[in-house]
Every structure is written in C-alpha cells, then in structure tokens.
C-alpha cells in the first residue's frame, strides 16, 4: 500500500519525516493532524450541508414572491423550471463530483463543490436580462442555479462520505447517529433557514411595504455565507485514513463493482428515486400548496406563508433526531422502513380527508408536517447512512452520488408531474401519492437494502478487495500521499 508508512524498506535521507530517527515525531504530527482533520470534516460537513438545505428549499419561497413581483407572467412553466434547474445541476455534480472523489480524493471534491456553490449564489444574487428582458432574467437565474446545483450535488458524495469515514475513525460505535446529525438534520433544518431568513429580512426591508426584489436577492445573498465561513477549514483537511490506505484511483474496476453490489445498488438507488420523488416536489411546491389554502393576497400572503412554512419545518425537524436514537437500537432497514410508513399513514390520511382538512389550516399543516417528520426520520436519515456504508471505500463516492443522482431524477419527474397531477386530478392526489410511493419505498428497502450494517468500514473494504483478488484483478491500491506531505500540510 501507497500509505503503509511503517514498512519502508529502503532508509530515507536524515532530515525526512520517514527516516528512522524522525519517524517516530513525524508519526506523532500526522496522528494529531488526523484527529484534528476528522473532527472538522465532520463539523464542516455538517455547517457546509446547512447551505445545501438552504438552498434546496430557498426556492419555495422564491416561487411565491416571483409569483407577486411578476404576476401572470411568472407561469407554472418558469416556476418549474427554475425549481427544477437545482435539481439538474445536483444530479451532473453527484455524478462527476462523486466519481472525482474516489479517484482524486475526498478533499478535491469538497473544495471543487464549495468553489462552485459560492459562484452560482452570487450569478443568481445579480441575475438580469439584457435590456431588461424577463425572460434573459429568468434563463440567467435558471443558469445560475444549475451552477450552483453542480457543487449541492457534489456536497452530497464528497462530504457526506468523508464525514462518515472520519466518524469511522473517532467514533465507530456512535458513527450512525452522528452521522445522521450532521447530515440530514443540516439539510432538513435548512428549511426553517430559509423561512427565518426570508422573514428577518421582509421585515428589514420595509415588512408589508417591503421591495420584494430587494428581499430575495438579499436573501440569496446571505445564503452564501455558510460555504464561505467552511471553505478555509475545507482546505485544510487531510483525506481520511480509509482513503489513504483503500482507494484505486487508476483502472478502477467498474464492471466487478456492478457484479459485487449490484443489489445494494437497486436498494439505495431505488428507495432514494421513491423519497425523493416525494419529498422534492413536496419541498420546493410546500409554499405553493400552503398559499393555496391560505385566505390573503400580496404581501400579506408571503409573509403568512413564510410563518407557516416555518411551522411545518420546525414539525419536521423532530424526525431527524428519531432516526438517529433508533438506528443502532432497530438497525439501518428498519428505521428506513418505519420511516417510509409515515408517506402511507399520513398520505392517505390528509389525501382522504383532503377537503375537509384543508378548512383548519394548523390542523393542515401539523399533518403534513408530521409526515415530512416521519420521513426525515427514515429514508432521510438513513439513504445517506447506508449508501455511505453499503460501497467500500475505492467507490464509495461513485456509487453514493449515482444513488443520489438517482434520487434526484426521481426528484425532477415529481416536481414536473406535482403541477399536472395537482390541475388534473386534485390536490388530494399529490398525498394519495406519496402515500403509494412509500409503500414502494417500504418494498424496496426490505428486500434489498442490507441488514448487516453498523460496523466497521474497513471491513467492508476487505470483503471488496477479497472479491477483486479472487476475480484476477491486479491494481495500484491506496492514494500516494507521503508522511513528508501530511507533515508539512497545515
């Protein structure tokens, strides 16, 4: 192994970190520098995915008030699109970003992510069209917003797994929960985020009397402190200890891969298209159904529907916490399985009774916040969790950003189908559903979703390269970085 420090054979030069005398120190530098790294990878991954959430629900909002600033203009067409436009870009960025991580590291992807995230914050904080045009805005901000979805999407492979393999090392048995903490708790709580944010600045601007093109830009524009704040600590981290010794970053095998995982592959894949084909459309269109069932008009409307948004994230956040003090108690499958429950339960529950709920607004909204928390606390705590522990780590990147790419195509058809769905056949049926969709969810998660996670992922990483040695592959494994690089780093 590239990484293996302690089995040198040939004696460095005096004065280098390997060399006998100093090999003891320079071991000593690199294992502080390694518990520092892991502890920030995963405080920065969990400070770093508040932006992801952030900006994955920014837009619920922002359709409400383009709704008010533009009026009829503003269609069902545009308001899709420029939802949708995240939504493409996060799927391209859990693709490449993801593959880029295994192959050049933990670290390129997530400084490549946050580099592309601030970029397309600040495109859409300024998006104009030329001479004024409506629609060169709006295609500017669509623009925008996939640039930005490019380093969202890469958020989701490169710091979710370098969070979850610096857990591995500081804090095996608890890695589960915390994991859960600092990932999906961050992303669901930048739904409140969101809200407070557009709130506290409607008021500053003027509340009622507000310019509500000055709101949203503002608002867009603070979203772009989170990644900044964590982008010079990002540039400081090591790659994981896992990372150093396992990756193959020339000829990876992709075709074994397939033949070894094929079906934890339609698992993570399979239940993340269903939560996400769910959970987005219900996301980014909550302002629309919220507005829809509440009785004011301009300004009005938008702030009523900013407080209630809040509520129904605030509702939902409780989920995460659930998930997490269950995963090690039920396991990974079935604190999924508990969570795709709550989409039948409570799908069917506000889709049935649909026009009589709709008349008690917080009964309404303590429903559907109720089945965004049940969940949160599965399939939104645990996809991330078991396609982190699913892969061994030579792709753990590859094959947690397809699964997430998956998902995220699940996310684009539902959110392109919420509008068709809700003008032709009732609002209703966007629950009823849901409702449909988490007993697939349900399905597919207990027949191919594993139930022997939880341990240690090294041993995953043997169980691979067993596979590989035995099917005649012959490769360079482990990243080429020296006990002089890691020493002089920082």
């Known amino acids: 192994m590239s990484d293996d420090l302690s089995t040198k054979s040939v004696e460095a030069p005096e004065g280098r970190a390997d060399h006998p005398s100093n090999l003891e120190s320079s071991m000593a530098v690199v294992s502080q520098k390694e518990r520092l790294s892991s502890a920030f990878t995963i ?68 400084v490549l992510s946050t580099v592309l995230i601030v970029v397309g914050i600040i495109l859409v904080t300024a998006a104009h069209g030329a001479n004024g045009s409506f629609h060169g805005f709006l295609w500017m901000f669509t623009v925008a917003r996939g640039i930005t979805g490019l380093g969202v999407g890469g958020e989701y492979p490169s710091s979710s797994t370098s969070a979850a393999e610096a857990a591995n090392e500081r804090m095996l048995k608890s890695r589960g929960p915390v994991f859960c903490m600092v990932t999906n708790f961050m992303l669901s709580f930048g739904t409140p985020f969101a809200c407070i944010l557009y709130l506290i600045v409607f008021q500053a601007a003027g509340g009622l009397n507000a310019n509500l093109s000055t709101v949203w830009r503002t608002v867009f524009g603070i979203s772009c402190l989170p990644p ?24 990876t095998p992709y075709l074994l891969m397939i033949k070894f995982y094929w079906k934890s592959i339609i698992g993570t894949a399979g239940a993340w298209f269903l939560y996400d084909f769910i959970t987005f459309p219900n996301g980014v269109f909550s302002g629309v159904i919220i507005s829809s069932v509440i009785k004011a008009t301009g300004h009005e409307l938008v702030r009523k529907t900013a407080e209630y948004q809040l509520l129904l994230g605030a509702i939902a956040l409780p989920g995460c916490f659930v998930g997490a003090a269950l995963v090690n108690y039920i396991g990974r499958r079935n604190t999924m399985i508990f969570g795709f429950s709550g989409y039948l339960i409570f799908g069917l529950a506000v ?23 049940l969940s949160n606390a599965g399939p939104g705590d645990m996809l991330g969790l078991i396609s982190s522990e699913s892969y061994a780590t030579p792709v753990r990147g590859t094959l947690y950003g397809f699964s997430a790419a998956i998902g995220k195509v699940g996310a684009v058809l539902g959110t392109q189908a919420f509008t068709p769905i809700r003008a032709n056949l009732g609002a209703r049926w966007t629950f009823i559903i849901a409702a449909i969709c988490g007993l697939a969810g349900m399905a597919v998660t207990w027949f191919f979703v594993r139930n022997d996670l939880g341990g240690d992922l090294s041993i995953e990483d043997e169980r691979f390269a067993a596979y590989l040695e035995a099917n005649g592959w012959q490769g360079e494994v482990g990243a080429a970085e020296s006990v002089d690089e890691l020493v002089e780093k920082n």
Not at 52 to 81: E, R
Not at 93 to 98: D, L, N, T
């Open 228 to 251: 900044l704040i964590v982008f010079y600590f990002r540039l400081k981290m090591l790659n994981s200890k896992l990372y150093r010794k396992s990756a193959i970053q020339k000829n």
């Open 43 to 110: 405080a920065c991954s969990g400070f770093a995915l508040i932006s992801d959430g952030l900006q994955n629900n920014i837009m619920s909002l922002t359709n409400v008030v383009f709704a008010q600033i533009y009026g009829k203009a503003y269609t069902s067409h545009w308001s899709t699109q420029l939802s949708n436009s995240l939504t493409v870009g996060t799927i391209l960025g859990q693709i490449i970003i993801g593959y880029i991580c295994d192959v050049k590291g933990r670290k390129w992807g997530i």
């Open 351 to 373: 889709g049935c009774a649909y026009d009589k709920v709709i008349k008690n607004v917080p009964a309404f909204i303590v429903l559907y916040g109720l089945m965004n928390s």
